[in-house]
Nanobody, 123 residues
Framework: QVQLVESGGGLVQAGGSLRLSCAAS????????MGWFRQAPGKEREFVGV????????SYADNVKGRFTISRDNAKNMVYLQMNSLKPEDTAVYYC????????????????WGQGTQVTVSS
């Protein structure tokens, strides 16, 4: 079992930055692929970024590439999402998720989810 708790969301002006954190429980954190997803009101949940267990591989959605950076600290059981140059369309609830299986951008491959943290970007 893995429990995930996100933090760091809030209200920010367009062009600003936020850093989301996700704290994970469990002794085998480094064996999990970690992903960030988001869901805006009235829209389906979408992939944001993913990082492999070792941190060696990372992938991003096209609409955040170059602005968002995912990282992890396996010693602290933490994963982060640094969000820069935020846009109003980045407004959503952001979720971190853990996958015991393969490196994936698809939410159906993830086994554990946090409760989400709200990010609101004002224009």
């Amino acid at each position: 079992q893995v429990q995930l708790v996100e933090s760091g969301g809030g209200l920010v002006q367009a062009g600003g930055s936020l850093r989301l954190s996700c704290a994970a429980s469990g002794r085998t954190f480094s064996s999990y692929t970690m992903g960030w997803f988001r869901q805006a009101p009235g829209k389906e949940r979408e992939f944001v970024g993913v990082i492999s267990g070792s941190g060696a591989s990372r992938s991003y959605a096209d609409n955040v590439k170059g602005r968002f950076t995912i990282s992890r600290d396996n010693a602290k059981n933490m994963v982060y999402l640094q969000m820069n140059s935020l846009k109003p369309e980045d407004t959503a609830v952001y979720y971190c998720a853990a996958a015991a299986g393969s490196y994936s951008i698809h939410d159906y491959n993830y086994d554990y989810w946090g409760q989400g943290t709200q990010v609101t970007v004002s224009s």
